[in-house]
């Protein structure tokens, strides 16, 4: 049983905003939701990482409803190189660390 | 810069040929992870060492070992690599996997190519 559901692939025009949202219906109470961003043939990079409510770091934000049963990451105005793989992760510690299929954002000029 | 080196990035073994693959640390973490991750697939985590304590996980196969001699290094033993087994091996560490809210620093893979 998947854990995560992401769309399996995104288009945007450069300068917009992105927003992926990731499905995970049985999030456990002590499970955290971490983003990551991977380029080809580079391993995956920390974007964002949340519990509930709104995270926001230089690079993103994540909005985490009540129920916590899926998570939105947004991408201000995103240009060519944030053209990547973005995986959902939800987790706890290192208990049942299944990376979802992951969303393809491609960025076109 | 501190970080997570793998060697070799690219790797060529055959059929059957024993191979290791070395991965090493500066961050001073405790958690040591090995992924598989094949064409366009998502990472899959093999096992992880929180210091020396080793956790397999359940669909890993035997022909998979891994060794952490040290705090720094960390190893993955492919017996006897077959075809299926070619892909990108990501190693990666985290502070404490005791912490709930612990993010994981990717090293940058070593591609390996069984012929």
């Known amino acids: 049983l998947a854990k995560t559901t992401q769309p399996i692939s995104m288009d945007s025009y450069e300068g917009q905003e992105v927003n992926i949202t990731c499905s995970h219906n049985?999030?456990?109470?002590?499970?955290?939701i971490t983003w990551y961003q991977q380029f080809p043939s580079q391993g995956p990079r920390f974007i964002i990482q949340g519990y509930k409510t709104k995270v926001t770091n230089e690079v993103a934000s994540l909005f985490i409803p009540a129920d916590r049963k899926s998570s939105t990451l947004s991408l201000p105005r995103v240009s060519l190189s944030d053209t990547a793989v973005y995986y959902c992760l939800v987790a706890a510690g290192a208990n049942n660390l299944f990376f979802g299929t992951g969303t393809r954002l491609t960025v076109i000029p | 810069d501190a970080m997570v080196i793998q060697n070799p990035r690219y790797q060529v073994t055959q059929f059957g040929k024993p191979v290791t693959l070395s991965c090493s640390q500066t961050l001073n973490h405790n958690v040591m992870y090995w992924y598989q991750q094949k064409s366009s697939q998502a990472p899959k985590l093999l096992f992880h060492?929180?210091?020396?304590?080793?956790?397999n996980e359940a669909d890993t196969p035997d022909n998979f070992q891994s060794r952490r001699p040290n705090t720094s290094f960390c190893f993955l033993d492919i017996r006897s690599p077959g075809l299926g087994d070619a892909a990108m091996y990501l190693c990666?560490?985290?502070?404490?996997?005791?912490?709930?809210?612990?993010?994981?620093?990717f090293g940058p893979g070593t591609r390996l190519t069984v012929l």
């Open positions: 990666a560490t985290s502070r404490d996997v005791a912490r709930r809210a612990d993010t994981q620093y």
């Open positions: 060492y929180y210091d020396k304590d080793f956790n």
């Open positions: 049985n999030i456990a109470t002590n499970d955290y």
